[in-house]
């Protein structure tokens, strides 16, 4: 207890003291020293406001040289030509500035990166040349002079200026404090980590970005209503783009999001300069140098670089309550229902007239292949997409015009496939946050989330869900499983009727799924409704009440999970059992033939992303002249042992031989140049080039009798021929393929890796499609096929392997593998 004390109450003292040493200094140094104490003041003062906009929300701008402006223009008017006192006009300077800065933020806040830089850049050109054609407004190129200077406690001139700047800047300080350790700060920080989440929870983006905006210029405008009478004199170019630069770089150097980061930024941008002085001309060039090398050795700033240093390692760690029940209000829970949604992107029916009910205190399974439309359902829900038609209604209350914080508002929790935590709040805050469900409350006096009863029941739910680690630790550091299960107890702490979960089961190991799958039955079993959108076939069989089966944007089954096992269309869907029938026969190879040489050989590779692996010990072997068939569910592996072979993702441990070379550690380009070539998953041609060019770029590596082989592919290709000259990114999804396929082929492959041909495509071009796969394989292509058409793989492949979970559950010839139960259970969980 002495410790946390201490460490509330030590800052606060040294802040005190600094204050004290500021206003010492300048009441007894020289009259040049005040001038330069009250300009560093100043833009500590400036930096701590550009501090609310680029630290709590990650927002950049490059105008806030016009807020300053608008603040001392305000401030020399009033109070010279409208008599108005200067304890009246530095308030009004202040509103006037954070007016201007909402007027601003309303559109500039809806493009983000270099284009929301650009327009405060306009912002503050603009402001500048109003300033210059302002007549006897402003004074025009003169400006305006003779700028009445307050006194405080009885002390004026310059003196009293510089000590009412280092009295502001360290006010702003104590209410930038306060802001950013209460729910406004919390809920920015959310913000600039993901807009997505935070909108989860039930918080506005645009109003939390528009409000940092508006605090952020009101700040720089009462520097700027200081600016003024300090100066004594005023005119547009004193407020120029570089004025702007100086601000960001004294809140970069500083730290950004720091409290002490203005402070320090504006001491060293501020005095710097003044110590070099003696260089003469190369003053500059020493204090551009040193910048560099700060902001090279400290990217979060000199005070990031401390904290970094005295970082306390010991957390309070959580202590695990087996069995723990879920904190709830006891509320009656609603049911969320979808009427005949229909979702179409341009002229594409992405989803088409899909209904059906989540009731609460049950998990319903929202199932179906690559592209089948679950997640575009899933949106819509949540109100990230607005449907083209159809009803969204969670018990009485209608939600499909609703955006999505509104959504969050009424009753409905999110998750994400790729696990989006606030990763600048700790574990804690994270949960905390998400209690209160976008009710901010005052800016400066809001400490919602952080009150004794919010911080108990958000430690209970972590508990709840089985989360053991610290609580104070940022979320960033967590690893990936403790992402999971922080991102679902931030979801339940919104009290939602019904919880949205998108594959949470991605990435985690057996026995994590063992345990999520009892997460989940414990939530429902505590009212709750759960809509789970998964791919591991075994958990949703194992945990589901109800499923609804998808595919193409339609409705294909519903019913329990056996039904779902045993339904025509859902075997069809994801073992493409009539295509098939459409298909080339898979050829035997001849009793007594010569075994052919292997072409690649996989030996116990094991790979992940970081610390959590995917593939587990893969052995896998292709032979010349053969194509084999990569079968199993959505994460199973499948896209990530097809990039780790193309040297696009790298392994743990385990080997990869092409034709007897090793290829570990081979950068792709030099796996391309040893005939391993990848088509990836989504065609990924180059939209903007021709397809003539495109083809061309094949051969990049192998430029002899490029033409010849051009003319081969566009025999192969007929339809390429037609669409020669037309843009890539204009072509269909299948002749995209046809495009990938060939410029892949145009590589010489020793070996050709297809990722998902047939996805999205139409059965007819399916079929034209892998007319084209047999032709190669009738030329003795070697090939390995990952196709989610599980049958019509099988029936033009030789040889086999499933993939379950990151490991091989079966292999052997095309035909064993169509007989063996461990492909159903793969897809369906059979």
């Not at 959580?318 to 609603?334: E, I, K, N, V």
């Not at 690559?370 to 939600?399: C, E, F, H, R």
């Not at 799958?517 to 809509?531: D, F, T």
């Not at 037609?722 to 890539?728: D, I, M, N, P, T």
Request: glycine fraction near 12%; charged fraction near 15%; proline fraction near 5%.
């Amino acid at each position: 207890m002495n410790k946390r004390l201490a460490s509330r109450w030590l800052p606060l003292a040294l802040y005190a003291l600094l204050a004290a040493a500021g206003l010492a200094l300048a009441a007894t140094v020289n009259g040049y020293y005040v001038f330069v104490l009250g300009n560093v003041a100043l833009l500590a003062l400036a930096g701590i406001g550009l501090n609310v906009l680029l630290g709590l929300t990650g927002q950049m701008s490059f105008g806030h040289a016009g807020f300053y402006a608008i603040g001392a223009y305000t401030v020399a008017i009033l109070t010279g030509q409208a008599g108005w006192s200067f304890w009246l006009a530095w308030p009004a300077a202040a509103l006037i500035a954070g007016a201007f800065g909402l007027l601003l933020a309303l559109p500039a806040l809806r493009v983000k990166g270099p284009y929301l830089a650009m327009i405060t850049i306009a912002f503050g050109f603009i402001v500048e040349h109003a300033l210059i054609e302002g007549g006897d407004l402003t004074g025009g190129q003169n400006g305006l002079m003779g700028i009445v200077q307050p006194s405080l406690a009885g002390i004026g001139g310059d003196r009293g200026v510089a000590m009412l700047a280092i009295v502001a800047a360290f006010a702003a300080l104590a209410a930038y404090a306060l802001l950013s350790r209460g729910t406004w700060g919390a809920a920015m920080r959310a913000v600039k980590d993901s807009e997505t989440a935070s909108e989860s929870i039930g918080i506005n983006p645009l109003a939390v970005k528009a409000v940092a905006f508006m605090v952020s210029a009101a700040v720089v405008g009462l520097a700027g209503g200081l600016y003024a009478p300090q100066a004594g004199m005023i005119t547009p170019h004193n407020f120029n783009f570089m004025q702007s630069i100086l601000f960001v770089l004294a809140v970069t150097l500083g730290g950004a999001g720091s409290l002490a980061g203005p402070l320090l930024g504006a001491v060293v941008v501020g005095l710097l300069p003044e110590l070099l002085s003696s260089l003469e001309e190369y003053r500059l060039l020493f204090f551009g140098a040193f910048l560099l090398v700060v902001l090279w050795a400290a990217p979060d700033g000199v005070a990031g670089l401390l904290s970094r240093w005295r970082r306390n390692a010991a957390s309070h760690a959580l202590t695990p309550r087996q069995g723990s029940a879920m904190p709830a209000g006891g509320r009656p829970r609603r049911i969320l229902r979808a009427d005949a949604l229909t979702m179409t992107f341009g002229g594409v029916r992405a989803v088409q007239s899909v209904s059906f009910a989540v009731p609460p205190a049950a998990v319903t399974a929202l199932i179906g292949p690559n592209g089948a439309g679950k997640s575009t359902v899933i949106n819509m829900l949540s109100g990230y997409y607005q449907p083209t038609a159809g009803a969204v209604t969670l018990g009485d209350t209608p939600l499909a015009a609703l955006p999505a914080y509104r959504v969050a508002r009424s009753g409905i929790g999110r998750t994400y496939q790729t696990s989006q935590l606030f990763d600048t709040l700790s574990v804690e805050d994270n949960v905390a946050l998400g209690m209160v469900r976008g009710r901010l409350g005052g800016l400066l006096a809001s400490r919602r989330f952080r009150t004794p009863d919010v911080r108990e029941r958000a430690r209970a739910l972590l508990a709840f869900c089985g989360y053991e680690g610290a609580l104070d630790v940022p979320a960033a550091d967590l690893p990936h499983v403790d992402r999971r299960l922080v991102e679902i107890a931030r979801a339940l702490a919104t009290d939602a009727d019904i919880l949205l979960m998108d594959e949470p089961a991605a990435g985690l190991s057996r026995e994590d799924k063992t345990r999520l799958a009892g997460l989940l039955r414990r939530i429902a079993e505590a009212g709750a409704g759960v809509l789970l959108v998964e791919h591991d076939m075994a958990l949703v069989m194992g945990v589901s009440d109800h499923i609804v089966a998808i595919d193409a944007g339609r409705e294909l089954a519903q019913g329990s999970p056996a039904d779902i096992q045993q339904s025509p269309a859902v075997r069809q869907a994801y073992l493409g059992d009539d295509a098939a029938g459409r298909a080339p026969a898979s050829r035997q190879r001849p009793a007594g033939a010569p075994i052919a040489p292997e072409v690649l050989g996989v030996g116990n590779l094991v790979t992940g992303y970081g610390a959590n692996p995917v593939l587990h010990g893969i052995d896998l072997q292709v032979r010349q002249g053969e194509m084999v068939a990569l079968l199993g569910a959505n994460g199973a592996g499948k896209s990530t042992l097809m990039r780790t072979l193309a040297g696009l993702h790298r392994p743990a441990q385990g080997g990869m031989h092409l034709q007897g070379q090793e290829l570990n550690g081979l950068a792709a380009d030099r796996i391309v140049a040893r005939g391993l070539v990848l088509v990836p998953e989504g065609r990924q041609v180059f939209p903007g080039l021709s397809v003539l060019d495109n083809i061309r770029l094949g051969a990049f590596l192998h430029p002899q009798d490029r033409e010849a082989r051009v003319e081969e592919m566009l025999t192969r290709f007929p339809r390429l021929r037609e669409r020669l000259h037309q843009r890539a990114g204009l072509l269909s999804g299948g002749e995209q393929q046809m495009l990938a396929i060939a410029r892949g082929l145009m590589s010489k492959p020793v070996i050709l890796l297809l990722d998902e041909p047939s996805l999205g495509l139409a059965p007819k071009i399916i079929d034209e499609l892998f007319d084209a796969l047999d032709r190669l394989r009738a030329e003795s292509m070697t090939i390995l096929l990952v196709d989610q058409m599980a049958a019509l793989a099988l029936s033009l492949a030789d040889r086999a392997y499933v993939l379950e979970s990151g490991r091989v559950a079966a292999q052997g010839t095309a035909a064993e593998i169509a007989q063996d139960g461990a492909l159903a259970r793969a897809y369906l969980g059979a």
